[in-house]
């Protein structure tokens, strides 16, 4: 069971800039019960966003992903995903951390016949040519994720790859897609029913960043051999969990209200992510999309302007002692920092008796094993030092059981968070504003006028300054 | 050359939330003459920590880097650069600018037979087994830097690479050694000297943070075939510009100029770094290490103490516009952002003319590269809707000359900001503050005092809170 040691946020420890975490809970304790009652009540409901809390239990979803999974067995090299945002941060950070390292440079043997993976969340035309150079398309299989099949950058990529193969590969192109889009609309799901692609389905009232749970993450997980029953078995335990109403036994709702009361109360409008873990390292890219689109919002329940959304920030130890930390201990004490400590790593790697007569012998004889975790101590004992508050996540390793219990533990937490600020943690008004003048940009029919206003507006910009 | 373009942070575009451009300008004219004129007569004073303004001027670094590389060319399958922080980020950040996408994974061909090149920052025992295992070091040249040599992680990591070696190679292990270091002092140096490596100077008066363009980042660039006198023409060039004192004619002192006045003056504290490029995906690590460490300071150069620093955050266009921008534009207005666009990539990938009859038809026939930039103007100009103020630095194309006048604008541009918040810019007390408690935990020689009082405190607090 991974573990959350809030120590350090207490004004026992740092003072003034932490907090009477006995008082908080005990005031708290009636509005987190009624939350976690809510959310449970309203899961199955539509509108309410919450099917993702449903995820653990669709064995459905697992056995068509497994059965997939096991039918294309060994016909493919790579596996290639296209999406963006929500549908490939989660398949991301996941596989990172949970595949070996270094896992596409391997040997097809110590990758046990597994193919390698790439997820290409951007349209930079060089990184897609460069990577259309070193795929075989004959050998690989594309899994094109969006729900509604017309976002642009996804469907970009998607009709640059589709053209090649089908000119590659004739007819037979089809056994090399796999969709993932909405189970009856969009067109995506219109072209995989005229194409015949194989199809799986992102589910109802399931938003993309909490999709990871769902066939969007499962698929490009199993493809490559990641066990996805511990997965589940992960995400059922940590539901159970934090179905606890009572805070003293749920670490989400601890963690969203010391999240919730130091941004309000305390001024630290920044939330530092920082897992000890090189496999960790897109976790906080995978948070920082879960926080900062669900919480950042400019009106609340009610429609009140407020501006609302503590900044997530991505780190990496050890890495960043020698980057950020300086900033995080003598700068503007605005941050609450995560660590994410990993108990036991996969390997153990002991630094040799050599060089004794220098001043590095000290390290001799020892661990590195233990030279990570000495830094995070000595880390975390340097932000007290500085009265800045933080916390440590423990997970006892890093393999799906745990991962999937760190992901779904953020999710909740998120939820319980959204429900504090009184917003509405499930929308993204701002991400289809922007969307709109893409729209217009690429003479999309039906956006004439907003492209006249946009060009107009760009070029009385300049105008005004004198630029151009 | 590059480019800055302020239009939106104007208040005639983003209103009581943008500068008076021309007000600031010239009141801040005086001022500005005064630091640059400054920081030319100081660089080539002992203990400024400005010999990084000379790197442009170094030729023998260049040609001992160029000499080397041409002995060692052809010899190795692999390049393994061993340091953390200003001693990897710079040429981590360049060489994934600058080589081929995908470099690692291309053959031995595609690369021009140039090695693999693989940086090593973090002391992950699951990293660094997994490099072992991909790694034939018999054909790799490790490049190991640390200017004192007491940096734990480096030398940990080279302890134990450097004895493997050892074992496989026997005495020929020293020729796949090439050490950075100081001149003459310090562990590295020592073991060098006895053991007999190759060895390159991190110059005196040049902190980390500022080393790219010494041997530090010129030597790996050089070894995988970068043209490293290109990226001396285009500082050579830049360096040019930024002697001139008139902030109007200064790109580097109007950015620092209004990052300073939107953190003090607009609530700015945080600076979103937001290159639309693949290639420039590291970029940001490299820019909020500068910015974080060389800002973020507890006291002016006064000795008041003041918790200065604004905050670098790490974002990439347009993947986070389905990630991040939710929060930017909707969140708290405390957030300067940064687009860095590239005029002309070096593919221009057609989107073919496919799915006809669907609602993604306004695609085809389009160049992903108008859709590339047609997001930036969309988020631009949603920023500008939002009141967000916005700058865009644009980069003709990306290569060496181009880069090297974009990396030395922010080193200038950082210590220009840092005399605008009369702080010392080049130095990092709180990192060496978090080192000694590492070396009292790995129970180095003279740190046992510190050791006990540290595990008193963890254990005390741990107590204090009624946990383990």
């Known amino acids: 069971m991974i573990k959350l040691d809030y120590t350090n946020v207490s004004n026992n420890i740092i003072g003034d800039e932490g907090l009477d975490i006995e008082r908080i809970f005990n005031e708290y304790a009636p509005r987190i019960q009624e939350i976690i009652t809510n959310l449970n009540m309203n899961k199955d409901k539509p509108g309410y966003w919450l099917q993702w809390m449903n995820l653990g239990y669709r064995e459905e979803t697992v056995w068509y992903v497994k059965e997939f999974a096991a039918m294309v067995d060994g016909r493919f090299d790579n596996i290639l995903v296209l999406g963006i ?6 398949g991301l950070a ?3 951390a949970l595949l070996k390292p270094y896992w596409n440079l391997l040997d097809k043997e110590q990758r046990d016949n597994f193919p390698r993976i790439f997820f290409l969340d951007n349209i930079d035309p060089d990184e897609i ?3 259309l150079n070193i795929l075989d398309l004959k050998k690989t299989l594309v899994n094109v994720i969006t729900k509604s099949g017309s976002t642009a950058e996804t469907m970009a990529q998607f009709m640059i790859i589709k053209d090649r193969m089908h000119e590659l590969l004739g007819d037979d192109y089809r056994k090399n897609i796999v969709a993932t889009t909405d189970k009856q609309a969009g067109i995506l799901r219109q072209l995989a029913n005229e194409e015949g692609y194989k199809t799986f389905v992102v589910p109802d009232d399931v ?9 969007v993450g499962l698929l490009p997980l199993a493809l490559v051999g990641i066990d996805i029953d511990e997965i589940i078995r992960g995400i059922k335990l940590m539901d159970l969990t934090l ?5 003293r036994k749920n670490i989400a709702a601890q963690n969203a209200l010391i999240h919730f009361l130091m941004d309000k109360e305390k001024g630290k409008y920044i939330s530092v992510m920082m897992p000890y873990s090189s496999k960790l390292k897109y976790f906080p890219d995978w948070y920082a999309q879960l926080w900062a689109e669900s919480l950042g919002k400019a ?3 009610e429609g009140i302007e407020i501006h609302n959304g503590p900044t997530p920030l991505k780190a990496r130890g050890v890495t960043d002692q020698y980057s950020q930390m300086q900033l995080f201990n003598e700068g503007k004490n605005d941050k609450v920092i995560t660590f994410i400590r990993v108990n036991e790593f996969d390997n153990e790697l002991m630094i040799p008796n050599i060089f004794e007569y220098t001043g590095v012998n000290y390290l001799g004889g020892k661990t590195i094993n233990r030279l990570m975790n000495a830094e995070i101590d ?3 004992v340097t932000f007290c030092d500085y009265k800045r508050p933080n916390l440590t996540i423990s997970l006892p390793r890093i393999n ?3 991962l999937a219990q760190l992901f779904y533990l953020y999710e909740i937490q998120t939820a319980i968070a959204g429900e504090l600020y009184n917003i509405d943690a499930f929308s993204q008004p701002s991400t289809e504003h922007s969307k709109d003048y893409t729209y217009a940009l690429m003479d999309r029919l039906g956006y004439e006028e907003s492209a006249n206003e946009l060009r107009e507006k760009i070029a009385k910009n300049k105008e005004i300054m004198g630029l151009n």
């Open 378 to 380: 000595a880390a975390s």
């Open 299 to 301: 009106y609340n329940k």
């Open 94 to 96: 996941l596989s990172e």
């Open 400 to 402: 799906e059981y745990y």
């Open 243 to 247: 179905k606890n109403t009572d805070i």
């Open 85 to 90: 945002g929500g549908s490939s941060l989660g």
């Open 207 to 215: 938003g993309g960043r909490f999709s990871v749970f769902s066939a």
């Open 129 to 131: 040519s460069g990577l």
